[in-house]
């Protein structure tokens, strides 16, 4: 059975399995920097990194060990947009150092707890090698991706039902929210790609495993990702065009409706400004109140009227 120990530094968690040790920190301070200092022989760039607010993804090739700083989405329900969260992992052949500096990746620390808790598990998973263990911590959390990009395809597909039921506005507003998301999403992934592929194709004889196995099937899961989403933008583009177009339809229903409407009414608005004019015309003042001139006038703007209507039918503009 393995030894299993826990080491508490501050955030510093530690587990030992045989030769292998994984030390795990949440939440880094300048005094975790400064263990780690003591205990591994890591630069000091990439130690000011492990502070620093935010890295972008990479790999650093040491003779001992490798830094990698990689970031994985987390959706933020209160702003609706997926937020990256960075992860920094120091492997070398007798450790793995990963550091998370908001706390949010749930499946790391439920992977550390499981192998703190269960010596089982942590047989499995830290008897074998150092690279070994650092592909079920990306596995981990690559697959945790999944559950994301589900959510971002159903919003997609619940786009198209709001595009032809809800009012515009409504509609505008939900394209912009899920347009906002997605971006976010592809500008975590894309940067991984590369990375995980360099963990695929190079060597690094420290990490003891079959890397184009265990690491191509990662690079699989991300770029599996990376088609998702690029195949949800293309939706997401296209019913934001059908959203420009409906919306302009209906603009244009409006203006034909109000033309038509003030095509009808204009004769009758020219007889009524013509006999309002202050001078004497037929039908004018009398003595006697006479209606027969208003009846005329009334029957000739509804013939008017009526004609125009019978015009616009037959020329298929209503």
């Given at each position: 059975?393995?030894?299993?120990?826990?080491?508490?530094?501050?955030?510093?968690?530690?587990?030992?399995?045989?030769?292998?040790?994984?030390?795990?920190?949440?939440?880094?301070?300048?005094?975790?920097v400064?263990?780690?200092?003591?205990?591994?022989?890591?630069?000091?760039?990439?130690?000011?990194?492990?502070?620093?607010?935010?890295?972008?993804?990479?790999i650093?090739?040491?003779?001992?060990?490798?830094?990698?700083?990689?970031?994985?989405?987390?959706?933020?329900?209160?702003?609706?947009?997926?937020?990256?969260?960075?992860?920094?992992?120091?492997?070398?052949?007798?450790?793995?150092?990963?550091?998370?500096?908001?706390?949010?990746?749930?499946?790391?620390?439920?992977?550390?707890?499981?192998?703190?808790?269960?010596?089982?598990?942590?047989?499995?998973?830290?008897?074998?090698?150092?690279?070994?263990?650092?592909?079920?911590?990306?596995?981990?959390?690559?697959?945790?991706?999944?559950?994301?990009?589900?959510?971002?395809?159903?919003?997609?597909?619940?786009?198209?039902?709001?595009?032809?039921?809800?009012?515009?506005?409504?509609?505008?507003?939900?394209?912009?929210?899920?347009?906002?998301?997605?971006?976010?999403?592809?500008?975590?992934?894309?940067p991984?790609?590369?990375?995980?592929?360099?963990?695929?194709?190079?060597?690094?004889?420290?990490?003891?495993?079959?890397?184009?196995?265990?690491?191509?099937?990662?690079?699989?899961h991300?770029?599996?990702?990376?088609?998702?989403?690029?195949?949800?933008?293309?939706?997401?583009?296209?019913l934001?065009?059908?959203?420009?177009?409906?919306?302009?339809?209906?603009?244009?229903?409006?203006?034909?409706i109000?033309?038509?409407?003030?095509?009808?009414?204009?004769?009758?608005?020219?007889?009524?400004?013509?006999?309002?004019m202050?001078?004497?015309?037929?039908?004018?003042?009398?003595?006697?109140?006479?209606?027969?001139?208003?009846?005329?006038?009334?029957?000739?703007?509804?013939?008017i009227?009526?004609?125009?209507?019978?015009?616009?039918?037959?020329?298929?503009w209503?």
């Open positions: 059975m393995p030894l299993v120990n826990e080491e508490k530094t501050s955030n510093v968690s530690l587990i030992e399995c045989g030769k292998l040790n994984w030390v795990y920190i949440e939440k880094p301070t300048m005094q975790d400064e263990y780690l200092a003591q205990r591994f022989n890591f630069h000091l760039l990439n130690l000011d990194d492990v502070l620093s607010r935010v890295q972008r993804p990479k650093d090739e040491y003779p001992d060990h490798l830094f990698i700083v990689l970031h994985f989405p987390v959706f933020n329900k209160e702003n609706r947009v997926t937020t990256p969260s960075e992860v920094d992992i120091f492997i070398g052949e007798t450790y793995v150092v990963t550091i998370h500096k908001s706390g949010d990746l749930k499946p790391l620390a439920k992977f550390f707890n499981e192998c703190h808790v269960d010596e089982g598990i942590c047989s499995a998973y830290m008897s074998r090698s150092s690279g070994f263990l650092l592909y079920h911590i990306l596995d981990r959390l690559v697959n945790y991706c999944f559950p994301i990009l589900d959510k971002v395809v159903d919003n997609a597909e619940k786009l198209e039902d709001l595009i032809f039921a809800r009012p515009v506005p409504e509609t505008v507003h939900e394209i912009m929210m899920i347009r906002r998301d997605l971006i976010s999403f592809r500008r975590v992934i894309h991984q790609v590369s990375v995980v592929e360099m963990l695929e194709k190079e060597e690094y004889p420290f990490l003891k495993e079959d890397q184009d196995i265990y690491f191509g099937d990662i690079a699989d991300i770029r599996k990702i990376w088609d998702g989403l690029e195949d949800c933008k293309e939706v997401v583009d296209g934001a065009d059908t959203s420009n177009w409906l919306t302009s339809h209906r603009i244009q229903e409006v203006m034909r109000l033309t038509i409407v003030m095509a009808i009414m204009a004769p009758a608005t020219l007889l009524a400004s013509i006999y309002g202050n001078i004497r015309l037929p039908g004018g003042e009398e003595q006697v109140p006479n209606l027969w001139p208003l009846v005329i006038i009334l029957l000739i703007m509804l013939g009227a009526v004609a125009m209507l019978w015009f616009f039918r037959r020329r298929h209503i």
